[in-house]
């Protein structure tokens, strides 16, 4: 059995099957699409995964098809900056923004061929002594070295492995989209903060501008998932512009919408021949823009423990060692973001916002630092002589 299976093909489990083959090991990604489809609005990655993109030796490409954002403003919803923070790091990487779509497309086109299986939803797995098997819901089943899951925020295999570990309601729900607006020019990263909650608006290549929208609200509320275009405008309709700008160019066939979880920190994230990646191991809230950064630093760091240790099931717990404290920071840190944002009360969000004003800048720019600033040596090339596999 000397197979790596991924469970999830989304952006942590395809980053992983390509940072595994740069050390010369074959992988095969099980996804429960039926078809990939170039869907979704924007993502920020920060300076730390612009440096996992380099370890990948993929930052050229991804930088090409990417907009650098130098700043992240934090306005109130008259117009007034709260704080202001760079978003370069010391390593010399700026933070891009870029289009789901177009991320995909890229990891996609970096898989060896056959890596990726369509329509395969995981439905259980089994652990044995030396293997372990994946059921499938269309009955078929895989046996395997080990698993890697990199099934999202949701994952089947996370709940069976820790029960109760259910995604947690951040209190608030989102919807995204992305409008093209060539006459419309913005250079940085804007988010703004009101009573009536958060808008952020985000340039990115092409004349395109990312926003995303925040209300405070119960989990599933069927008032608010019924929000059109035209019931943002108008909850939203004191922001200041970009905000009216961006809404008017907005289409309801363009919305995305969809309450906002993360996880309490798990005390682990190796489960001996199973190995918990991504949002399934450390799904956060957005308030960083982490979630997808930390996938990508996973899957470098990942494929640095595999090359250096000779049993996998080490490897995994290097990994946990290695990953564990970073991403229950950001988790936490992000949730905390979140909270004191989504403040509704007027009086608490203006002595809020006059705390951040008062604040020497040094303060926040040294949390982003820290998001920011990461070490990731680089993987080798891809071997000439092919994909190896796990030792089992
Ligand atoms: C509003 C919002 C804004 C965000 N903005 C940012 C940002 O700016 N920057 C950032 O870094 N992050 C951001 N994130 C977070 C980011 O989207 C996630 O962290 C990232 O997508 C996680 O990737 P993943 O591969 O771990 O999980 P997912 O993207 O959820 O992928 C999981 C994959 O597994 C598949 N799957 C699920 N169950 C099974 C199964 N049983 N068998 C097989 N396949 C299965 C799914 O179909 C899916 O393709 C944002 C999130 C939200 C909600």
Excluded at 149 to 167: N, Q, T, W
Excluded at 285 to 314: F, R
Aim: proline share 6%.
């Amino acid at each position: 059995m000397k197979s790596i299976t991924i469970l999830g093909g989304g952006i942590a489990g395809l980053t992983t099957a390509i940072a595994l083959r740069r050390i010369g090991i074959a992988s095969t990604v099980f996804e429960a699409a039926p078809e990939i489809r170039p869907v979704g609005a924007g993502l920020g990655l920060g300076a730390n995964a612009i440096q996992a993109f380099k370890a990948l030796g993929l930052r050229d490409e991804l930088v090409a098809r990417g907009r650098a954002l130098n700043a992240l403003s934090i306005l109130d919803a008259r117009g007034k900056v709260i704080s202001r923070t760079q978003s370069a790091s010391s390593t010399g990487n700026d933070t891009y923004a870029i289009h789901r779509a177009e991320l995909q497309d890229l990891l996609l086109s970096h898989l060896a061929p056959g890596t990726l299986q369509l329509g395969k939803r995981a439905e259980r797995i089994t652990t044995k002594d030396d293997h372990v098997v994946v059921h499938f819901s269309d009955g078929t089943e895989r046996p395997t070295g080990h698993v890697i899951a990199a099934d999202g925020i949701g994952s089947m295999i996370r709940r069976s492995l820790v029960p109760g570990s259910e995604p947690r309601y951040a209190g608030y729900t989102c919807w995204r989209g992305v409008v093209d607006a060539p006459d419309l020019p913005l250079h940085e990263a804007v988010e703004i903060w009101g009573t009536r909650g958060r808008i952020g608006v985000v340039p990115l290549t092409h004349d395109r501008i990312y926003w995303f929208a925040t209300i405070t609200g119960p989990p599933k509320d069927a008032h608010l998932a019924s929000y059109t275009v035209k019931d943002l405008q108008a909850h939203f309709g004191n922001y200041h512009d970009p905000v009216r700008s961006v809404l008017s160019r907005a289409t309801d066939a363009g919305l995305i919408h969809g309450d906002i979880h993360d996880l309490d920190p798990l005390p682990h994230y190796a489960f001996g021949r199973v190995l918990l990646i991504g949002d399934a191991a450390h799904g956060t809230t957005p308030n960083l823009g982490q979630g997808a950064c930390q996938a990508i630093e996973d899957a470098v760091v990942l494929a640095h423990m595999v090359q250096a240790h000779s049993d996998p099931q080490q490897a995994f717990v290097a990994f946990e060692r290695a990953r564990m404290e970073r991403t229950r920071w950001i988790t936490r840190t992000s949730r905390r973001i979140g909270v004191v944002a989504e403040w509704k009360n007027p009086v608490l969000t203006m002595l809020r916002d006059t705390l951040f004003r008062l604040m020497p800048p040094s303060v926040n720019q040294r949390q982003m630092n820290k998001v920011l600033n990461v070490r990731l040596e680089a993987l080798p090339e891809i071997p000439s002589h092919g994909p190896g596999s796990f030792r089992s």
